[in-house]
């Protein structure tokens, strides 16, 4: 049976699975909303400015920055008080700003279905990140980008990596990145940190 304390987990995963849908599909359709213009294109635009730009993404500062605006780590910044200017391009904050804004007309039912499948998304994430003590270490999550009127979304999963395991005491750790770009198609990385050697594997889908 599952233990006490992930029942509240797996009652909230039953919940957010149907409801649901990968960020890359979700934006391809706030894509396909923003270019038809209208009220909901109105109400989408200033979501769409507060992500992270995808030329910017090589600076340290600024991946920590969209890990941190990712939407996952929203309850934990706002029980640290973080001023409302710190939160001003987290995506779940953005999303629930989203919902409160629109006034459900028939016209905007599309858009509310799509940000509330983003939240859920996210959710998900965050429940598989609190999992309890008997899941294996691991952080998935899905990182929106900005690329002129385009967005790629950055899917990122970290593991304690079980098959090189830990040499001299040291835990070894997995990154793996996958991005689907429009005009290349899917890339994906893996970088593995064992002690102090760092691998990394990269390949492309035909």
């Known amino acids: 049976g599952i233990p006490t304390a992930g029942r509240d987990e797996f009652a909230a995963l039953r919940l ?3 409801r649901q849908r990968p960020l890359q599909q979700v934006f391809a359709r706030f894509g396909e909303i923003l270019a038809s213009g209208g009220s909901s294109a109105d109400s989408l635009r200033p979501l ?3 992500l992270a730009q995808a ?3 090589a600076r ?7 890990l941190q605006d990712s939407g996952q780590f929203l309850e934990r910044r706002l029980q640290g008080d973080a001023p409302s200017s710190e939160l001003r391009r987290d995506l779940k904050a953005n999303l629930l700003q989203l919902l409160a804004a629109l006034d459900r007309s028939s016209e905007d039912d599309d858009l509310a279905h799509q940000a509330e499948a983003a939240l859920a998304r996210i959710q998900l994430h965050q429940l598989a990140a609190a999992a309890p003590d008997y899941a294996p270490p691991a952080w ?8 002129g009127e385009q967005v790629d979304v950055c899917r990122l999963r970290i593991d304690r990596d079980g098959s090189h395991g ?6 070894g750790w997995s990154t793996w990145i996958s991005l689907d770009l429009k005009s290349l198609g899917p890339l994906h990385a893996r970088l ?6 760092l691998s990394t594997t ?5």
């Open 140 to 147: 998935a999550g899905e990182i929106p980008l900005r690329h």
């Open 55 to 57: 030329e910017d993404i």
């Open 166 to 171: 830990a040499e001299g005491g040291q835990t």
């Open 202 to 206: 990269l390949w492309a889908e035909s």
């Open 60 to 66: 340290g500062d600024t991946r920590k920055q969209a």
């Open 192 to 197: 593995t940190l064992n002690g102090l050697a």
């Open 16 to 18: 957010a699975l149907p």
């Open 48 to 50: 769409l400015q507060n």
